[in-house]
């Protein structure tokens, strides 16, 4: 079921998927990448979900999907309240995993989720469980620090959406296409966010953590999960060959698997 949730002002897509069993497990809470919306994700939060026997929560954060828009995306950042138009800030991630998310997820009456992030989600998934308590978190791709291969394939992407197919390919997803795609890109090249670097935050993470990442993915290296091992030692790794930066696209039974294990092993 989809439906919209206003958060601070903000009317948020979100898709609810019940629960196929009547055992008590955590709810799956799905974070979007960067370019990613509860459409992007397509079945595989059900079909996780109906696999794991728990209720799922799928939301577009501001921007993405069909939530409201970013007002004058590209102009002067404005903050009023929890209210933004303009930029995004370099500490958005920050923002959306402590201000945002919270406030969601206490408005539908969600308590210690199992946070299941992607790319930019897994590091909004990360940057929740250090302040605040949770189940579990699974985080596929994550951006722990920025590195060069990371500025590299979102030039790239920028030049792909300016002159390439990509714009056409991400129109269906999102109401406002440009939006979405200048909020993500702008910041991610902007001069304030090279220095993005939550490491000093994993130390606080008392969950079990999952992180996956795929040896071919064009926007990290597997410094990334190796990070959050070394930070948080009680994290789980899983590397995969044959699979880049969509790890639940690329090998869809691998981490599916993978996520049914882990959660299975922790009795949850």
Sequence with gaps: MIDKMTVHGVQLEVQRI????DRLHPPLVFLHEGLGSVSMWRDWPRLLCQKIGCAGLVYSRQGYGQS???????GPSVQIGLQRSGRLQADYMHREALFVLPSLLQGLGIQKPVLLGHSD????ALLHAAELDVHACVVMAPHVMVEDISLQAIHRAREAYESGALRERLQRFHTDVDGAFWQWNDVWLS???RSFDIRPSLSS???PVLAIQGW???YGSMAQIDDIARHAPQTQALK???CGHSPHRDQALAVTQAIEKFLQDLRL
């Design 191 to 193: 001069e304030a966010f």
């Design 18 to 21: 019940p629960a196929s069993t």
């Design 205 to 207: 993470i008392r969950a």
């Design 216 to 218: 071919d993915d064009p």
């Design 121 to 124: 989600g897994g590091t909004i």
């Design 240 to 242: 995969l060959t044959g």
């Design 68 to 74: 409201d828009p970013v007002p004058d995306v590209r």
